[in-house]
């Protein structure tokens, strides 16, 4: 597994059928509305101008690289999808989170925070918890959905 720097507008195109993907959407947003290549491009490029964000690839039997989801860092939220239904539920988004983990540390980050993750989305919960993560609050997130807000000191 490798995470790769997210290269737009390129990755946006990739990154479509994930969040078409109606349970990535009820899991990450609590809704099943799609999102479009444009509403993917404009997703990355928050994040990548508040922090970073990168593919998530796995090697194939064949040695190529295949991208399967992707993740970011910011001051104050660690957002991770798993875009790709055979690769959820085998360990791989906990992996992700610990080479993110690191990267804050050699940025010099004191802590990490998710931004809220929505009750009804319990792996994700599960694998914050696994790599550290606390349970801080608990409470409505921006959009009003009832939500988990973790932190973790670095």
Known sequence: MRLRPVELPGDAALA???YGDPDVMRLSEDTTEPYDEETVRR???????RGEAWIIEVRTASGAWRAVG???????TVPIVIGVPEHRDRGLGRRVLRLVIERARRLGWQ???????WVGNERSRRAFEAVGFSLVATGPDNAGRE???????L
């Open 16 to 18: 479509v059928p994930w």
């Open 111 to 117: 802590k990490l925070r998710t931004k809220g993750i």
């Open 147 to 153: 939500s988990w807000f973790h932190e973790l000191a």
């Open 43 to 49: 997703m990355y490029a928050w994040f990548l101008q």
């Open 70 to 76: 992707d993740v970011a860092l910011t001051p104050d």
